[in-house]
Structure formats: structure tokens, C-alpha cells
């Protein structure tokens, strides 16, 4: 099939590929560009693993054509941290132990901020009714739920300043 | 932390603390390197063909068109197996493509290897495949049956653990007798019997299985796959590629949840012939279509269960029946009916006990480990049948099972001696947390069950080497899988002993070249025998450093002593030397400290009498649980909602108890989705839902704050007292969940998952009986 030119603003930087236009972003990301920290697992909706920023909305790049992302704000789990310190989001979910095994953790990363963003002092059910999209098998949610609220805490903290 | 081993009373620093796990900042930030991940120069793409029906002969296959397809680089059949070659751990029964006879929706037929995931998926749909079908058996109670067809008619000629009893459909038979239950039961004042069944269900690891394979000049086959147990493929590896296991290395890679079903091949036998065959590098990610009817789930099962009971609530007998669907071939059934055969009896103290646990052929997926397998089954119908004795007999379900509860000094099934027995204290207190004696309101139920659990043996091996700036490296085959158990609690133990923090210890572990010999990471064992063979290791690092350092500071060895990183002298502790500096000098001057340590658990004795044609006869240092579940019932749609879970779990000694807490609630959860809402349905042989929308686990709105309670028993065997940990949370959710939703209908539900829709029957044939 015919590939297609494509600029793709990803992390904040400009990247160029060639592309079929049924070619889904998490594979561009993963394969073309080397994105490996958004994960692919159903590759149907269902798991939320490969979710990503766009625009700030969370999506999930498995059911999203890359053409479909052009001129829009790609954000993946790599730009979460600055280049020598955890993210507040990220050092939350290491010291609640919202992480296990670790597959779905980016995931979860990318939609608890598109939470935060948009609500910076959510309840525990909103902290649940928000990250329905997002399964993990390993912690039971408890260290997921407790990442978050440490993380709003955090994050409040920091803008207050 | 103080804590209490072997009678002596240890001071610790850094075990028994909530430390972070190791491998956290590389997962948050995406740097974690999966199976799923991995990516080579040159690399071919693998998929593999598998079978649209459950029973048939193949009358013809035609690969041509495939194998003609643009991109594909080559197709394999069984024409490219030796014909003699079948494979297993305790039976070899399996083969990696199916030769004239396909016996389950899914089994591989052919794997190709082509230039993209695309050309390999277009190409498969080239492939052309004429069966002829057969009769399908999908009830393993038919399987039973004399006149049933056999699955494989020449069982016999397959080669397997001589200790495993086979016949017909049943490729094992696991019985256990003591005492005389038929004289019992007469004697008995109440006599109860009843059937549960339960179903299958995926493991739900969230990476698919995946890996990779290459060959090196010499013919060495190199595999890095997502595996929990790299050593454990090397003889079904070595069977396969007729290769000494010496000439294959298998390097598990990041690993994103396993929970058993990554023990076994899944991936890397395919990878490997492939690449053999190209030349190339091959890699194969399976999808999730594949996962749910192909994998190596947790087996279905009918169990039959039959006790004899005393006025006084005194349980004096008990019989049971438990028949593991295994599938169309073995699997690791044949271990799981010996392990469901001990469980039968539950964590009660029964004298007279006669058990018969099979595993059946049947047309479906061949089944696997998961999580304390064959637990939640056999707990839920005997837990289920003793709570509704009670109800029957108008006992308070916690004071009947404390009566019968296993004390100190009390026998096993098999006759081990059991001693660090606490299962009161789990009852107790997670009766309490739970309000088992508060009042509730209409349908609302609250129940608990109560289970003694095991962890695996095998064996295992470390090195701790003293790095030049005082850190430390452990080498060892055992292996992180997301637990914590390595860059947690094996991390701790090691830093314990060297007088270092957790951050000071880097890990090099999975690699069947690189490191040292593990038995895998399975039966919550690696906290356990892996902690154990690092602690000895450490040890014997700290031995010669002793050595060395006394000459040096000519202190005699017995003075020295480790802590925060110094060696000092205990009479005279400004005489020391920093773990660094002696470090950096030793490097030239006697060479660089390596301490070395192997494990492996002393065998349990048991009376041999009393088990037949058993592959798991004793509980390896057994630990006590009880889970309590509250759960609000929707009288008009039949909905089971989880209001509270409480796990009390007896670990041993916590050495790290948030590791053991995301353990517990991690397990809760899983067996919460087995009680209420997972299943992998079949209808005739086909499985109906292989998506993750139809098998649905729960999420992080379908389930409460998980409530957990530590208790701590010693073992005798277990580092600082610990005792195996992971497995154990999954296996009473369905039990407590089941006997919950009975106090709040009055109705025991005898089938899971216990689904809206069997509730609201329930409750309508209980309306109709009125």
C-alpha cells in the first residue's frame, strides 16, 4: 500500500516518517520511532496499556491511525520526567507500589495526568471511575489509588510554591 | 526491626522495612525493556497457524501459497519435527505441531516467519487446511466414562514420571487414604455431600507471551523470551531441537506478569526452529485472540465432596472427588491433581480421609499453572460445603472452624508433622476486621473461608560479588516477574547481610549461560529458596572479607562485625575500614570477593503409605490463611458487588511488608475476577470470547480497597522466617465471596462464576420453593 509523508510533533519534537494510512500510532511510535515506553498489548481498546496524551486527552494509539495525529501534541510516558528527576506522578507510583510488574504502569502514568490535570484533588472514586479504561493484573489497585492521591498531594504542593 | 528466627532474636536493618523496589524508576519512566520490546537487525516475524476446529483429522494441508507470498521467508509443519518427538515435564505427551489429528481450537498446525507482523498475518490466511472432524469431548466427566473415546490412544507409549498413574482419558490419578472413612461416615451423626464445578480461566498477564531467538555460528540457539523460568525450558528445548541443553541459552527478559502461564513454552520453541530454519533472527509476540484460546489457562474442574460430622461440630471424616479438565494434553495437570488432592481435606485437622484427584484429557486448551493452581477451586467447594454444613447444622461458621482447625504438632494429609501453624490467628482476626457477629442489612452477606498453602521447592544458586566502590552485584537464575520478590525482598536480604542499603545491590539475574541454576519463578518460591541461596552467598562473601580484613587490620575474625558499610572491630570501632576502600585495594591486591551459596529445601517427611501415584505429597513449610468478604446482592439483576475484602495471610516474617501487602491485595483481586466475572467460555470445543472485553477481569472500579492483615508465624526454613508468599492470595476469594453471596440470598451457588444471571435464578427457585 501507498505510503504517506508525515510530520508527527511527538515529546515536543518534530519527526518525519513515511507511513500506510492504516498504520496505528502506537506502531509508529514504537516501531518507527523507537517510542517503546507506551506498551501494546489487546490492540483492540481493552487494556489501556498503550494509552498517550493527545492534546492532552488520553487515547488509546492502538486504535488511533497516525494520520489521524498529524498537527496534534503527541505526549508519551518518555516525557514525563525531566532528564534527572521522577516525575511527581512517577515517584508516587515507586513509593506506593503502584508498580509490579510494571506493563501497565505507563499507562496508568499518562491517564492519572490527564487527571490531575483537569482535577487536582480527586476523591478516591473519581480517582476509580477515571482510570476504568487502564487494567492491571498484578497490584489489585490499592498501590495504584494511593500513587495518585500522594501524587495530587504533590503536585498541589508544588504549585502552590 | 526485631524479629524472631530459628528461637533467636535477630536485629535487622533493612530487612522487614518498606523499602522501594529496585526496578521502579526504569518502569515508570518506560526504559524497562519487555519480551514485547525486543527488537533485533535482520528480524523476522513469526505467527503461528492454529486450529479452527476442536477434534478432526487434517486430510490435507497445503502451505504453497503462503510459502509463496511476498516477505515470507518460510513455513514450518510438523513434516519438519522428527515424528518421535513429544515433549512435557512430567509427561511427555505434547507436540509442538499437530500431526493428522488436531485436538483443540487453537493448537498450532504451521508457524511462519516473514519481513513484517503484517505479511506474516496476511500470509496465514493463505494457508489451506481440510479437516475431517470428530467426535468432541468437552465435559472431562465423559471422559471418565468406559465406553468414551480416547484422546490419545497411544498413551501408553508416552514416556512420563513413573510415579504418575495413568489410564485411559486420565493421564493422572492422585489418591490419598488414611484412616477409614467408610467406618467413619457410619459412625458419623451428620453426613453431607455436594458437587461445585468451576471453570477456566487465563492468568491475564497484560504482555503476551513473547521473544526472540537467533543462532550463533556454531549452532548455539540463543532465546531471550518474557519467561518465569528460564532453566526449566532447557530439557523441553533440548527434546525439541534435539540439542544438549548446553548448546541452547535462554535469557528471560523484562517480564510483564506471569502468574504461571509463562512457565512452560509459549513462544520460544517456535522462535527457535524458526530461526534455525532462516538463519535469521525471529521474534513472536502472540496476540490476545491466541492468549484466550491457546495459552495455558487454569483448568475447569467438577469436585465432589463429602463429609462426616459430630453433634459437637467435631469433622471426622471427609472425601472428595476433584477431576481437573485438563485439556488435550497435560499440561502441568499432572502435578495439579496431586496438589488438589492435599487440599481436600482444607486446613482442618480430620483424621479419616480418602481422596481421589484426576486429570482428564478433554478437547480443550491444554491447561497450566496459575496462581496456587488447583486452589481456588478445590477451596471454594470444600470452604463452600463445610459453611453450608454450618448453616444446615446451625453452627456459628467461625467457631465451627475454629473447632476443627490445625493446631501445632498436627498431621498434614500425607502425615508430615506441621508445626508454625497459626490458622486461629488469621481466623480471628479477619472475623473481626470483617464483623462477622454485626448485624447486616437485606442482602447484604458477609463470609469467610480459611486454607493451609504451600510453596515450591526446587532449587536455587547465587553469587554476590563486592564491586571496587563497596556495592555489590547478586548473580543468580532466579528472577524478578513483578512481584517484588527479587528487587524487593532478595535485594534486602543481600543488603542485610553485606551491611549495605537495598540501593547498593544491582541484580543480574535469568540468563541459563550467565548465571547460576534456579528452579524459576513459581510456587512463591523465590523470596524463599532464592532469598536463601543469596543470604548464603552473602555470607560467604562476608566470610572472606573477615578473613581478609583481620590480617589487614589485625583484628581477630570473631571481633569484626558489618554494618553501614564499614567492617569494624566490635572492642574497638574506631579500627574499621570502609566496605569501599577495602574494597578498591583487595581488587589488586588478592583478587576481587565472590561469595557463592546454593539451596535447597530439606525434604518434608510424610508417611509414603498414604499416598498413591502423588508427584506433590507434602506442604513445603505450610502457611495459614483466612479471607473475609462483605458483598451487597442487587435482588433484581442478581449483581454480586464486593462492599469489603479482608485478607489475613500468615507470611512468616515480612521482609518487606508492602511487597507482601501489594501480594495480597494483587492475588485478592485476581481471585475476586475468578469468583464473580472471568471465564473463558466454549461452546462444543470453540472458545466464544477470546478478547479481553468478554473475559472481563476486573478493573479498578469493580473492586474495594483490598484490607490486609499480616500475620507473622515463623518457618524454620524460610530466610529470617519467612515463608512463601505470592501464590496464596488468589486461592479463597471464590470460597469467601461464595459463602458471602449465601448469607445474603440463603442460597449456596455450587457453580462458578457466580454470575448475576445463576443469582437471580437462584433467587427465583428459592421464591418458587416458598
Known amino acids: 500500500m501507498t505510503k504517506v509523508p508525515l510530520t508527527l510533533k511527538v515529546n515536543g519534537g518534530d519527526y518525519q516518517v513515511e507511513v500506510e494510512p492504516h498504520r496505528m500510532l502506537l506502531d509508529v511510535l514504537r516501531e518507527e520511532l523507537g517510542f517503546t515506553g507506551t506498551k501494546e498489548s489487546c490492540r483492540e481498546g481493552e487494556c489501556g496499556v498503550c494509552t498517550v496524551l493527545l492534546d492532552n486527552k488520553t487515547i488509546n494509539s492502538c486504535l488511533l491511525p497516525a494520520v489521524a495525529a498529524r498537527g496534534k501534541e503527541i505526549t508519551t510516558v518518555e516525557a514525563i520526567a525531566d532528564r534527572h528527576h521522577l516525575h511527581p506522578i512517577q515517584k508516587a507510583f515507586v513509593d506506593c507500589h503502584g508498580v509490579q510488574c510494571g506493563f501497565c504502569t505507563p499507562g496508568f502514568i499518562m491517564s492519572t495526568k490527564a487527571l490531575l490535570e483537569e482535577n487536582n484533588d480527586p476523591t478516591e472514586e473519581e480517582i476509580r471511575n477515571y482510570l476504568a479504561g487502564n487494567l492491571c493484573r498484578c497490584t489489585g489497585y490499592n498501590g495504584i489509588v494511593d500513587a495518585v492521591l500522594q501524587a495530587a498531594s504533590e503536585l498541589r504542593k508544588l504549585n502552590k510554591v | ?770
Open chain 2, 1 to 770: 526491626m526485631i524479629t524472631k528466627e530459628k528461637e533467636k532474636v535477630v536485629e535487622t536493618t533493612v530487612v522487614g522495612r518498606r523499602l522501594n523496589r529496585l526496578d521502579g524508576p526504569d518502569k515508570v519512566t518506560g526504559k524497562f525493556v519487555y519480551g514485547a520490546d525486543l527488537s533485533a537487525p535482520g528480524l523476522l516475524h513469526c505467527k503461528v497457524f492454529r486450529s479452527t476446529i476442536p477434534h478432526g483429522r487434517i486430510k490435507r494441508l497445503d502451505i504453497s501459497k503462503a510459502l509463496a507470498y511476498p516477505g515470507v521467508r518460510t513455513v514450518i509443519t510438523a513434516e519438519d519435527i522428527p515424528s518421535n518427538i513429544r515433549y512435557g515435564h512430567t509427561l511427555k505427551d505434547e507436540i509442538v505441531f499437530a500431526r493428522d489429528y488436531v485436538r483443540y481450537y487453537g493448537e498450532a498446525i504451521a508457524a511462519l516467519a516473514a519481513d513484517t507482523r503484517e505479511i506474516a498475518e496476511k500470509a496465514l490466511k493463505l494457508i489451506d487446511i481440510e479437516y475431517e472432524p470428530l467426535p468432541v469431548i468437552t465435559d472431562p466427566e465423559e471422559a471418565l466414562k468406559p465406553d468414551a473415546p480416547l484422546l490419545h490412544p497411544d498413551w501408553r507409549d508416552y514416556k512420563g514420571n513413573p510415579a504418575l498413574i495413568r489410564y485411559d482419558n486420565v493421564c493422572a490419578h492422585t489418591s490419598i487414604n488414611t484412616g477409614d472413612v467408610e467406618k467413619a461416615f457410619a459412625e458419623a451423626d451428620y453426613v453431607f455431600e455436594d458437587r461445585y464445578t468451576s471453570h477456566m480461566v487465563h492468568q491475564g498477564y497484560l504482555e503476551a507471551r513473547a521473544g526472540m531467538a537467533h543462532i550463533e555460528a556454531d549452532g548455539m540457539v540463543v532465546i531471550t523470551s518474557s519467561t518465569q523460568n528460564p532453566f526449566g525450558l532447557l530439557g523441553n528445548l533440548s527434546d525439541i531441537l534435539q540439542l544438549p541443553t548446553s548448546k541452547i541459552r535462554v535469557i528471560s527478559s523484562g517480564v510483564g506478569g506471569g502468574f504461571g502461564g509463562k512457565l512452560d513454552l509459549g513462544v520460544e520453541h517456535f522462535v527457535a526452529l524458526l530461526a534455525r530454519k532462516t538463519g535469521r533472527p525471529v521474534k513472536y509476540l502472540w496476540d490476545r485472540e491466541e492468549e484466550m484460546k491457546a495459552a495455558a489457562p487454569r483448568e475447569g474442574s467438577v469436585i465432589y465432596v463429602k463429609t462426616g460430622i459430630m453433634k459437637d461440630g467435631t469433622i471426622i471424616a471427609r472425601q472428595g472427588k476433584v477431576i481437573l479438565d485438563a485439556g488435550a494434553y497435560s499440561g502441568d495437570d499432572t502435578v495439579i491433581a496431586s496438589v488438589g488432592a492435599m487440599l481436600v481435606r482444607g486446613p482442618y485437622n480430620i483424621p479419616n480421609l480418602k481422596v481421589d484427584s484426576m486429570a482428564v484429557y478433554t478437547n480443550k486448551a491444554n491447561c497450566g499453572a496459575y496462581r496456587g493452581p488447583s486452589a481456588p477451586q478445590t477451596y471454594y467447594a470444600i470452604e463452600s460445603h463445610l459453611d453450608s454444613i454450618a448453616s444446615k447444622l446451625n453452627f456459628d461458621k467461625v467457631e465451627l472452624r475454629r473447632l476443627n482447625a490445625l493446631k501445632d504438632g498436627d498431621m498434614g494429609p500425607t502425615g508430615q508433622i506441621l508445626d508454625s501453624v497459626c490458622m486461629q490467628e488469621t481466623l480471628t482476626k479477619a472475623a473481626e476486621k470483617i464483623g462477622m457477629d454485626q448485624p447486616r442489612p437485606k442482602y447484604t452477606g458477609r463470609g469467610l473461608a480459611c486454607a493451609i498453602w504451600t510453596s515450591a521447592g526446587g532449587s536455587s544458586c547465587a553469587y554476590v560479588q563486592l564491586n571496587d566502590d563497596g556495592t555489590v552485584v547478586l548473580i543468580t537464575g532466579g528472577k524478578e516477574i513483578g512481584t517484588g520478590a527479587m528487587t524487593m525482598g532478595v535485594a534486602q536480604i543481600v543488603a542485610e547481610e553485606m551491611g549495605i542499603d537495598i540501593t547498593d545491590v544491582r541484580l543480574i539475574t535469568g540468563d541459563t549461560y550467565a548465571t547460576p541454576y534456579d528452579f524459576g519463578a513459581q510456587g512463591g518460591r523465590t523470596t524463599f529458596n532464592v532469598g536463601n541461596a543469596a543470604r548464603i552467598a552473602a555470607q560467604d562473601a562476608k566470610r572472606q572479607l573477615f578473613e581478609s580484613v583481620s590480617e589487614k587490620l589485625n583484628v581477630p575474625v570473631e571481633r569484626l562485625n558489618l554494618k553501614n558499610k564499614q567492617v569494624y572491630d566490635s572492642d574497638n570501632p574506631a579500627k574499621n575500614i570502609s566496605l569501599a576502600e577495602f574494597a578498591a585495594d583487595r581488587v589488586w591486591n588478592g583478587g576481587p570477593i565472590i561469595g557463592r551459596g546454593s539451596f535447597i529445601i530439606q525434604p518434608t517427611e510424610y508417611d509414603t503409605s498414604t499416598i498413591k501415584g502423588g508427584t506433590y505429597p507434602v506442604f513445603n513449610f505450610p502457611s495459614f490463611h483466612t479471607h473475609a468478604a462483605e458483598v451487597e446482592v442487587d435482588p433484581d439483576t442478581g449483581e454480586v458487588t464486593v462492599k469489603r475484602f479482608v485478607v489475613a495471610q500468615d507470611v512468616g516474617f515480612a521482609i518487606n511488608p508492602t511487597g507482601v501487602e501489594g501480594q495480597l491485595t494483587g492475588g485478592a483481586v485476581q481471585g475476586i475476577g475468578y469468583a464473580l466475572s472471568e471465564e473463558i467460555v466454549y461452546k462444543d470445543g470453540v472458545v466464544l470470547n477470546p478478547n479481553m472485553t468478554d473475559y472481563k477481569m476486573p478493573t479498578i472500579m469493580d473492586v474495594p480497597r483490598i484490607e490486609t492483615i499480616i500475620v507473622e508465624s515463623p518457618s524454620k526454613g524460610g530466610p529470617y522466617g519467612a515463608k512463601g508468599v505470592g501464590e496464596a492470595p488468589i486461592i479463597l476469594p471464590a470460597a469467601a465471596i461464595a459463602n458471602a453471596v449465601a448469607d445474603a440470598i440463603g442460597v449456596y451457588i455450587h457453580e462458578l462464576p457466580i454470575t448475576a444471571e445463576k443469582v437471580l435464578r437462584a433467587l427465583k427457585e428459592k421464591e418458587e420453593k416458598k
